[in-house]
């Protein structure tokens, strides 16, 4: 009796990680002491689309983001925009080519950067996840925003913006997508909160264990942190965006298995650094190789 009660549990627990895939992943990265959720293991392919040829990835810069904020925004817009317009094609984009579908083709590996708007605090200063399907809805359908049922939508928040409901600023939270409507066209939409509300959780590569600010790469810690959170979150919307992509029995997606894992570094301007893109040097959390001989964690996609 005791045998089939532990079975039976075994089982239901199974089901569980089967049946809420990806999502179970946010209770696993949150669980780990490190943050690190790596588990060695290759993902595997659940018979659900991907985003193949090249995505146009679209921002909505939310809060204040204008020249009436404090000083820095637009440089930090600037070095996330550049961010976003040179990763598509690169060895470190490329990692996502590597993830096949249901009939053998691929994501292309490209992106291309399509533009942006602006909103100013249309739902306030947290966010729920609905908060955030509601901007971008908002924004295509007030046509601030292109209907583009191929593309990645990115709020990206102004400092005074929290969202604890996706647990942003919360240790070992994975950062936040989802699935949405407008228009009639199924949509992809993700959330980047900006570092400078919490550093030593958003930024926490760049803050030294008696919590001193580090230097990054472009002078910039909102923007230098962001990037990274934005990479993670375009490879996982790419190869598992609507929940029946890739993802390993944990419900951890491609990026999400090296969550805080950067690898070797070299230094410029005093900070670490090891992915150069555009004439911009990025410190960018690595992607899942999901190599037959050995899956690993790495920046390109010959390593």
Same mark, same amino acid.
């Given at each position: 009796?005791?045998s089939k009660?532990i ?9 569980t ?6 999502t ?19 993902i ?7 985003m ?12 204040c ?6 000083a820095?925004?637009t440089?930090t817009?600037r ?7 040179? $990763? &598509?094609g690169?060895?470190?984009?490329q /990692?996502?080519?590597?993830?096949? %579908?249901?009939w053998?083709?691929? +994501? !292309?590996?490209?992106?291309?950067y399509?533009?942006?708007t ?5 739902h ?17 359908e007030s ?7 191929f ?17 942003f600023?919360?240790p070992?939270?994975?950062p936040?997508?989802? $699935? &949405? ?5 199924? /949509?992809?939409?993700?959330?980047? %909160?900006?570092?400078l509300?919490? +550093? !030593? ?7 030294a264990?008696n ?9 910039n ?8 959170t934005l ?6 919307i790419?190869?598992?965006?609507s929940?029946?992509?890739w993802?390993?029995r ?15 570094t070299?230094l ?7 992915l ?16 037959d ?11």
């Amino acid at each position: 009796m005791r045998s089939k009660r532990i079975s039976s549990i075994i089982l239901a627990l199974a089901m569980t990680v089967a049946l809420c895939g990806p999502t179970f992943a946010q209770s696993a990265a949150s669980q780990s002491g490190s943050g690190r959720v790596n588990t060695t293991t290759r993902i595997t392919y659940h018979d659900g689309p991907l985003m193949y040829g090249t995505s146009n990835v679209y921002f909505v810069w939310y809060g204040c983001w204008d020249e009436t904020c404090r000083a820095g925004n637009t440089a930090t817009q600037r070095i996330i925009e550049e961010f976003a317009s040179s $990763v &598509g094609g690169s060895p470190y984009f490329q /990692i996502n080519a590597m993830y096949p %579908g249901a009939w053998g083709n691929t +994501p !292309s590996g490209g992106l291309i950067y399509g533009g942006a708007t602006f909103d100013r605090y249309s739902h306030g200063l947290e966010l729920t996840a609905a908060d955030i399907r509601g901007i971008v809805e908002d924004g295509i359908e007030s046509n601030q925003l292109p209907t583009d049922p191929f593309a990645i939508y990115v709020v990206l928040a102004s400092a005074d913006v929290s969202s604890n409901a996706t647990g942003f600023c919360i240790p070992g939270a994975l950062p936040h997508k989802g $699935v &949405g409507e407008a228009l009639g066209s199924q /949509i992809r939409y993700a959330f980047v %909160g900006n570092a400078l509300r919490c +550093p !030593s959780v958003a930024a926490s590569q760049f803050v030294a264990s008696n919590g001193t600010l580090l230097p990054t790469p472009n002078g910039n810690l909102a923007a230098d942190a962001m990037v990274s959170t934005l990479a993670h979150l375009l490879n996982v919307i790419v190869t598992n965006p609507s929940g029946g992509g890739w993802f390993d029995r944990y419900g951890l997606q491609n990026a999400d298995k090296c969550f805080g894992q950067f690898g070797p570094t070299w230094l410029v301007n005093g900070a670490r650094a090891n992915l150069k893109l555009g004439g911009r040097d990025y410190l960018i959390q690595h992607n899942w190789v999901n190599s037959d001989k050995k899956p690993h964690c790495a920046i390109n996609s010959s390593l």
